[in-house]
């Protein structure tokens, strides 16, 4: 299991040691995968200006100046590249449990 983020290292770093992950935390550099996904969406300037009120900086956190986000989305792909699940929400409230995503991997692990 990883998950991808667009966060510069440092604050990957951070992010890895705050929620003590226990699984890598790949960096996405100008939300590329994500856009190869489909998943990019840029934050219109009203909601930038609520991030800023909130003092979340997203070109300083992600390192570049163009307001994007990704959607939370979630893949189970087997060894052989085969898409065996997937989950994608425009609401990033809406996140997918990671316990469901591990009782995929074990359902496949036992296939």
Known sequence: MVAISPMVAHHARKTVSDLQLAFPLLL???????????????????????????????????????WTLAMPARYVIDTDGTILAAQVNADYTERPEPEETLQQLRRRKTD
């Open 28 to 66: 996405d550099a100008g939300n590329r995968v994500a856009a190869d996904f489909g998943l990019v969406f840029t934050l219109p300037e009203e909601l930038r200006e609520v991030y800023r009120g909130f003092g979340i900086d997203l070109e300083r956190f992600n390192g570049t100046p163009d």
